[in-house]
């Protein structure tokens, strides 16, 4: 039950810092580029400490990462102008409900 309330709390957290950049121009890729490093950072160390990391990558684990990073990109790039166009609130329950 605590994960759900930290993922939804952290989930509005990042679209309202999202909004907040837009409205005052910034770089909105550098912010999601800071978010996606971050949330990489937090896990692996996590999975560290657990004793979970993988001894190997293979080939599979590679096209996977790619083909999420890609989607990550894909839907990050079209969240943008929906933010613009309806606010936080509409582009991030479209989000939601498209992962």
């Not at 949330?39 to 560290?48: D, S, T």
């Not at 293979?58 to 989607?71: C, N, V």
């Not at 943008?80 to 479209?94: E, H, K, N, Q």
Request: charged share 10%; aromatic share 14%; glycine share 12%.
């Amino acid at each position: 039950m605590i994960s759900l309330l930290l993922a939804t709390f952290f989930s509005a957290n990042f679209s309202l810092v999202m909004r907040q950049a837009q409205r005052r121009e910034g770089n909105l890729w550098a912010v999601g580029a800071c978010n996606y490093i971050f949330a990489f950072c937090f896990h692996f160390i996590r999975a560290l400490g657990q004793g979970q990391l993988p001894s190997g990558f293979g080939p599979q684990e590679l096209s996977i990462g790619i083909l999420g990073g890609l989607a990550y990109v894909g839907t990050f790039s079209m969240y943008f102008p929906l933010m613009r166009l309806r606010g936080v609130s509409i582009s991030s329950a479209v989000v939601r409900l498209a992962a």
